[in-house]
C-alpha cells in the first residue's frame, strides 16, 4: 500500500502568467489535481464519494514557495495524508524541480460534506481513510485560522457560468484569482510571492456578487476578505511577499 505518492506536471502556455511564472492560481489547481489523483487511487476519490451523496470540500491551506515554476518547467508534487480527525483530514504536499530539489510546500485541511444537507460528515464513515495515514509533518505546519480584517476594497466579483464546478459551487481556484487581481502587473515585477493562506468559509453559488477586501498587515504582508451582501464573508487570506532582488 503506497502512502506517499509523486505525481509529475509539466508547466504549460496555459499555466503561466505574463512573466512566464506558473500563477498562483494554476499551481493551486495543480495542488488540488495532485489531491484528486490520489484520493482516487486510494479509493476514496470525489466520483466514489458522490456516489454515496458525499463529497470533499477544502477547508483551509497554506504554501510556502522557494520560487515559482517556469514555463516548460517539469515539476514533481509528492502528497500523503497526515493525520484524520473527527471532521477534518490533513494532507501535506512536497513540491520538487525536475533535479527533485525542493522548491515549495503545502499543507491542507479537508472536510466531507453531505450533498444534500451541505453539512459535514464524520470521518469515521470513511473506513478506509486512516488505512492511508503518514503521519510526516512538514516545516510550514498546518493551515491555521486568519483572523477578521477591516481594510478596503480592491476588487470586485460576481460568480457566473464559467466559475461552477460539479459540487454546483464557484471552484476554490478563482477565490484566487480575485485575491490576486488586487495588486498591478508592476506590483508583481517588483515583489516575489513567498507563502499563501486562505480559509474558505461559505460556499458562493451562481450570481452571487461582492467584493474583496485587502489590509496591509505589514510590509509585504496583506490580508484578504471576500465579502457578499447575501452570505456575508466567504473566505479570509494572507499573502506574503518578498522583494524581487531578493531572489
Given at each position: 500500500?503506497?502512502?506517499?505518492?509523486?505525481?509529475?506536471?509539466?508547466?504549460?502556455?496555459?499555466?503561466?502568467?505574463?512573466?512566464?511564472?506558473?500563477?498562483?492560481?494554476?499551481?493551486?489547481?495543480?495542488?488540488?489535481?495532485?489531491?484528486?489523483?490520489?484520493?482516487?487511487?486510494?479509493?476514496?476519490?470525489?466520483?466514489?464519494?458522490?456516489?454515496?451523496?458525499?463529497?470533499?470540500?477544502?477547508?483551509?491551506?497554506?504554501m510556502d514557495?522557494?520560487?515559482?515554476?517556469?514555463?516548460?518547467?517539469?515539476?514533481?508534487i509528492e502528497?500523503?495524508?497526515?493525520?484524520?480527525?473527527?471532521?477534518?483530514?490533513?494532507?501535506?504536499?512536497?513540491?520538487?524541480?525536475?533535479e527533485d530539489?525542493?522548491?515549495?510546500?503545502?499543507?491542507?485541511?479537508?472536510?466531507?460534506?453531505?450533498?444534500?444537507?451541505?453539512?459535514?460528515?464524520?470521518?469515521?464513515?470513511?473506513?478506509?481513510?486512516?488505512?492511508?495515514?503518514?503521519?510526516?509533518?512538514?516545516?510550514?505546519?498546518?493551515?491555521?485560522?486568519?483572523?477578521?480584517?477591516?481594510?478596503?476594497?480592491?476588487?470586485?466579483?460576481?460568480?457566473?457560468?464559467?466559475?461552477?464546478?460539479?459540487?454546483?459551487?464557484?471552484?476554490?481556484?478563482?477565490?484566487?484569482?480575485?485575491?490576486?487581481?488586487?495588486?498591478?502587473?508592476?506590483?508583481?515585477?517588483?515583489?516575489?510571492?513567498?507563502?499563501?493562506?486562505?480559509?474558505?468559509?461559505?460556499?458562493?453559488?451562481?450570481?452571487?456578487?461582492?467584493?474583496?477586501?485587502?489590509?496591509?498587515?505589514?510590509?509585504?504582508?496583506?490580508?484578504?476578505?471576500?465579502?457578499?451582501?447575501?452570505?456575508?464573508?466567504?473566505?479570509?487570506?494572507?499573502?506574503?511577499?518578498?522583494?524581487?532582488?531578493?531572489?
Amino acid at each position: 500500500m503506497d502512502k506517499k505518492r509523486r505525481y509529475q506536471f509539466q508547466v504549460s502556455a496555459q499555466h503561466i502568467d505574463f512573466q512566464k511564472k506558473v500563477s498562483l492560481s494554476s499551481l493551486f489547481h495543480l495542488i488540488l489535481k495532485t489531491a484528486g489523483k490520489d484520493a482516487d487511487n486510494n479509493g476514496f476519490g470525489l466520483l466514489k464519494l458522490q456516489s454515496d451523496d458525499y463529497t470533499w470540500v477544502l477547508s483551509r491551506f497554506v504554501m510556502d514557495m522557494e520560487r515559482f515554476p517556469l514555463e516548460n518547467e517539469n515539476i514533481t508534487i509528492e502528497t500523503w495524508i497526515q493525520d484524520v480527525g473527527t471532521m477534518f483530514t490533513t494532507r501535506n504536499f512536497r513540491i520538487t524541480n525536475g533535479e527533485d530539489r525542493l522548491i515549495g510546500y503545502v499543507s491542507s485541511s479537508w472536510a466531507v460534506i453531505d450533498m444534500k444537507t451541505r453539512q459535514g460528515v464524520l470521518l469515521d464513515s470513511l473506513a478506509s481513510l486512516n488505512a492511508f495515514v503518514w503521519p510526516e509533518t512538514i516545516p510550514i505546519g498546518v493551515p491555521t485560522r486568519i483572523a477578521n480584517i477591516k481594510g478596503d476594497i480592491a476588487n470586485r466579483f460576481e460568480v457566473k457560468y464559467s466559475h461552477i464546478d460539479v459540487n454546483c459551487h464557484a471552484s476554490s481556484p478563482f477565490y484566487i484569482q480575485w485575491i490576486a487581481d488586487c495588486f498591478s502587473l508592476d506590483f508583481y515585477r517588483m515583489y516575489k510571492l513567498k507563502r499563501f493562506e486562505i480559509n474558505f468559509l461559505k460556499e458562493l453559488t451562481f450570481g452571487d456578487t461582492g467584493v474583496v477586501y485587502r489590509e496591509s498587515k505589514a510590509k509585504n504582508d496583506y490580508l484578504f476578505q471576500l465579502v457578499t451582501s447575501e452570505k456575508g464573508i466567504s473566505c479570509r487570506a494572507r499573502i506574503q511577499f518578498e522583494d524581487e532582488g531578493n531572489c
